[in-house]
């Protein structure tokens, strides 16, 4: 018989809960409390429930004071525990979470939800009393008993394969040719299959068939280096089609000679756990009414979209979008019709946009439309006039039949701005402007084309006087070995060295470059120099130091890539393996046959292929399974926050989980502390680049920087 405890301040709260709570299962108990410190006296005497459900505000004490208070109570540190909270920030919940939170409802709290919820929670506690006891039994019965030796160790045998089958994860073992040699009953339920059947079969019957490989590897990886591989998260699919998540470990399995003999995995299901943190993450980065992306989601991929721009992969246009006499509608008709019709204006927006654009709602009429892969002003003003065509379109409600209008300002990446408060602060006050002007109306936010233009004409004559007189240089920042330090190579940057201005940063000119195809002789340059390059600190007794290349979407339109390479390393007589090129996942979701042919003749010539700015974009399974792609690089605007926020860190430890499990090695961008670089190493990135190691450097630092490494590795 199980005994629920239910703590709330509230006496109304307390009798909904206390019903609730009695229909879960028949010959239930129900203690029900209001004040915590009672609680946790009645608890201190030997009161033990099997769950817990608790408010979160209540006035001696919040809900996660209170668990931290009954997690220090001997034999209530696994006492499952529900929290009830009416707050929709994400902090309180992690306060509660940390404080050791089993699970979390919203108030007001869904009736058929609560039961569920409490019902899998009392079903765990049980199974977690039945493995307690069982290995208490276990125990007794070996220390009494009087069998021989060898009885014992059989009994052992048998009884610990027991406490395995029960154990609630996949257990497994294979030996060093890949043979299963036993899986517990996990495994079996999970596969639909007997565990005895599998034994002697290969172990890509324990994974997916896209995973077979990538686990083949991490058993071989285990079996040569006589490490245990840190834990990794992977998606596997159960004998009923439904996909789950465990948190995977592999570890050497030694005889009693201490030689390696095979790998012991073990798979632990996080399903749940991810889809609470999935939760609580799409909680706190969208709009609680329209579930669209709020202004914190809009303003992170600003971000993500200035640094995939930075050499100029495309330009964007920002949307900041306010509806005209909203507030009417709230006074004529009520909050509800006014909901409603944000609702409504939501959907209408959506189906404007494309999958790779973004809708957010910044406050309660003012909404936003990030426009990716704009060719200019033109593109941007036929969207705005879409909108306001769209938000114009009749509004029924109540009977009643209402339009509104929209005032609309826009900017334009990088022609109004650099950086995301600049753009922001462009389009808000472009959007003032159109309202000033009388609303239902976009207004850009530097209107005078004619300077535009000018400014264009003056630098694209700039930048053809550059191509002829050879006034571009090539920087180098170096790639660290994050296992040893040492320097594997560089990835090649380009920089304008001006006669009069001097250095000029690539986000000054490398945009305009895509836009006028300017970009494509400029590449071809950059590509040949890089390989002449590499080639010359090979002959100054460098080592095979490789070099990294980036190519834009615009030279895959235009020219043979695959002959541009060939052609590079002939020239330079560079050997192939020492190049790798940089793409975008832009450039292999544009034309995919095409890019893949082109792709597979580059891998062929034993040049290497990695995705720049991964999961700024796209980031879909299905290119990096189609494509010959040997490495991925983590986009710096994750690098950068991922100490300070576990959101940005746990996307780094995925995507380095990812590419591991498909065989691929991943660098990380954007380093520039020695946290960020401790964390990087534990979540098990290959390669490190960024300032902590070098900024971007003419090559001859480049070459000091390599000799003094050399010179420390040699003393060492």
């Known amino acids: 018989m199980s005994l629920i405890a239910i703590l709330d301040d509230q006496e109304t709260n307390r009798r909904i809960f206390e019903r609730l709570a009695s229909s879960i299962e028949d010959g239930i108990t129900i203690r029900v409390y209001g004040d915590p410190q009672l609680a946790l006296a009645e608890f201190q005497t030997g009161l033990v429930p099997d769950l817990i459900v608790t408010d979160y505000k209540m006035p001696s004490m919040d809900g996660a004071g209170f668990i931290r208070n009954l997690r220090a109570i001997n034999g209530f540190s696994d006492i499952p525990v529900i ?73 052992s045998s048998e009884r610990l394969a027991q406490v395995i089958d029960t154990v609630p994860a996949m257990v497994s073992a294979s030996d060093c040719n890949g043979r299963i040699l036993f899986a517990n009953a996990f495994v079996g339920t999970f596969s639909g299959k007997d565990p005895a059947s599998l034994v002697g079969k290969s172990s890509d019957y324990l994974v997916d068939p896209d995973l077979a490989a990538p686990n083949r590897m991490l058993d071989r990886k285990v079996i040569k280096t006589g490490q245990a591989l840190p834990s990794f998260e992977r998606e596997l699919t159960s004998a009923t089609g439904e996909k789950r998540v465990f948190l995977t470990t592999k570890s050497p399995l030694r005889d009693s000679n201490d030689i390696i003999v095979g790998v012991l995995t073990s798979a632990l299901d996080i399903t749940d756990r991810k889809r609470a943190e999935e939760y609580l993450l799409h909680a706190a980065r969208h709009d609680a009414l329209t579930n669209l992306p709020n202004r914190n989601f809009l303003y992170d991929r600003l971000r993500r979209e200035v640094a995939r721009a930075r050499r100029g992969d495309r330009t964007f246009a920002l949307h900041f979008i306010d509806i005209d006499e909203f507030k009417s509608i709230n006074d004529l008709l009520g909050h509800d019709a006014g909901d409603a019709f944000l609702k409504e204006i939501t959907e209408r927006l959506r189906n404007l946009v494309g999958s790779d654009d973004m809708v957010a709602r910044l406050g309660a009429d003012e909404f936003a439309i990030l426009q990716v892969s704009v060719g200019g002003e033109a593109d941007a003003s036929a969207m705005a006039q879409k909108v306001i065509d769209a938000v114009g379109m009749p509004f029924i409600y109540g009977g009643k039949r209402f339009s509104c209008g929209a005032s609309i300002g826009i900017t334009l990446h990088p022609i109004d701005g650099t950086d995301v408060s600049k753009l922001v602060k462009n389009a808000d006050l472009a959007m003032y402007q159109a309202k000033a002007s009388g609303g239902n109306q976009f207004r850009l936010y530097e209107t005078n084309m004619a300077d535009r233009m000018r400014n264009h004409a003056v630098l694209d004559g700039k930048l053809r006087t550059a191509i002829e007189q050879q006034q571009f240089v090539l920087y180098y ?10 320097v594997l190579g560089a990835e090649a940057l380009l920089r304008w060295k001006h006669p009069e201005q001097g250095l000029i940063p690539p986000g000054e000119f490398l945009p305009r470059a895509e836009e006028n195809g300017l970009i494509v002789p400029m590449n071809e340059w950059v590509l040949h120099e890089a390989c002449r390059e590499a080639k010359s600190w090979h002959r100054q007794g460098l080592g095979d130091l490789r070099i990294s290349v980036n190519l834009s979407p615009i030279q895959f339109r235009r020219v043979n890539v695959a002959s541009l390479v060939l052609k590079a390393l002939s020239s330079s007589e560079l050997d192939p393996r020492l190049l790798e090129i940089e793409i975008t996942e832009t450039i292999v979701m544009d034309n995919t046959e095409d890019v893949v042919s082109t792709l597979r003749q580059i891998s062929n010539l034993g040049v290497g292929i990695s995705i720049d700015d991964f999961g700024t974009g796209y980031s879909s399974l299905n290119y990096i399974k189609q494509f010959p792609i040997d490495r991925i690089k983590i986009d710096q605007s994750f690098v950068r926050n991922m100490v300070e926020d576990p959101s940005d860190h746990t996307i780094v430890r995925t995507v380095a989980n990812l590419g591991h499990s498909l065989g691929l090695s991943v660098v990380a961008e954007g380093v520039e502390t020695e946290a960020q670089a401790s964390l990087l190493r534990a979540d098990g990135c290959d390669i490190m680049q960024g300032y902590l190691y070098g900024r971007p450097m003419p090559s001859q630092d480049f070459i000091n920087l390599v000799r003094s490494h050399r010179k420390l590795e040699l003393s060492a």
């Open 477 to 486: 920042q170096p790639q660290i070995s994050a296992e040893t330090g040492t």
């Open 83 to 155: 929290v009830i909270t009416v707050y929709e920030e994400r902090s309180f919940r992690m306060h509660a979470l940390e404080a050791g939170a089993t699970d979390f409802l919203q108030s007001p709290v869904d009736h058929q939800e609560f039961v569920t919820r409490a019902r899998n929670l009392l079903k765990l506690r049980k199974q977690q009393i039945l493995l307690e006891s069982r290995a208490k039994n276990l125990a007794r019965e070996l220390a009494s008993s009087e069998l021989s030796r060898e009885a014992v160790l059989r009994d």
